[in-house]
């Protein structure tokens, strides 16, 4: 089996920054991509960003220049810097991982519980 959890979350004023994280652990044999969705009270879940093993990143538009995914490999953790907050980055957000499960040798897709950030005065 597979875990993600997140960490990092918490209440920050607007023009603040915070730095999630998540940590993979199990059965990994090894990871492709990693991402971060988020999911605003009332709205449906958007993707944020994504990197791949390779390190490539992409961003949705709404927090390009603003946020930075970044990841390591040796610990199997996913990074989201966010700056720049505005009151709409208010959502839970989750990780994601495509993770290659040992022994099956299996591809399947994990989520993180989901970490709270809140940006208000």
């Known amino acids: 089996q597979v875990q993600l959890v997140e960490s990092g979350g918490g209440l920050v004023q607007p023009g603040g920054s915070l730095r999630l994280s998540c940590a993979a652990s199990?059965?990994?044999?090894?990871?492709?991509?990693m991402g971060w969705y988020r999911q605003a009270p009332g709205k449906e879940r958007e993707w944020v960003a994504t990197?791949?093993?390779?390190?490539?990143?992409n961003y949705a538009d709404s927090v390009k220049g603003r946020f930075i995914i970044s990841r390591d490999n040796a610990k199997n953790t996913v990074y989201l810097q966010t700056n720049s907050l505005k009151h709409e980055d208010t959502a839970v957000y989750y990780c994601?991982?495509?993770?290659?499960?040992?022994?099956?040798?299996?591809?399947?897709?994990?989520w993180g519980q989901g970490t709270q950030v809140t940006v208000s005065s």
């Open positions: 994601n991982a495509l993770v290659r499960v040992s022994v099956t040798w299996v591809w399947r897709e994990y």
């Open positions: 199990g059965s990994i044999s090894s990871i492709n991509n």
């Open positions: 990197i791949t093993s390779g390190g490539s990143t």
